[in-house]
Nanobody, 124 residues
Framework: VQLQAFGGGLVQAGGSLRLSCATS??????MGWFRQAPGKEREFVAV????????GYAESVKGRFTISRDNAKNTVYLQMNSLNPEDTAVYYC????????????????????WGQGTQVTVSS
């Protein structure tokens, strides 16, 4: 099983980035994006169900970030717009196999596999 996250980089405040997470090795129920800033705990960003495309977002990114998936490519995306310096972090994708309730998927403990992370830096 592999989760490969990529697409991070350096962007100015107000700019956009799109992260991708390519999966292989098995099918999953739900995919999530998390982020971890220096000195802080890893926090939930967004989640999507492979079947049906149902989504959920952290309050801090609602209206700015969009999670989507391409079933044919086994890839999940995180489109990030209106970025600000507080969005600076390492972003991780994660996969869940248990089909837990979407409302519970903000919990790191529910994810079975994690990607390696991709750095996003937003300059002011």
């Amino acid at each position: 099983v592999q989760l490969q996250a990529f697409g991070g980089g350096l962007v100015q405040a107000g700019g956009s980035l799109r992260l991708s997470c390519a999966t292989s090795g098995r099918t999953f129920s739900t995919m999530g994006w998390f982020r971890q800033a220096p000195g802080k705990e890893r926090e939930f960003v967004a989640v999507i169900r492979w079947s049906g495309g149902y989504t959920g977002y952290a309050e801090s990114v609602k209206g700015r970030f969009t999670i989507s998936r391409d079933n044919a490519k086994n890839t999940v995306y995180l489109q990030m717009n209106s970025l600000n310096p507080e969005d600076t972090a390492v972003y991780y994708c994660a996969a869940n196999t248990s089909n837990a309730a979407l409302s519970a998927m903000a919990s790191r403990a529910l994810y079975d596999y994690w990607g390696q992370g991709t750095q996003v830096t937003v300059s002011s």
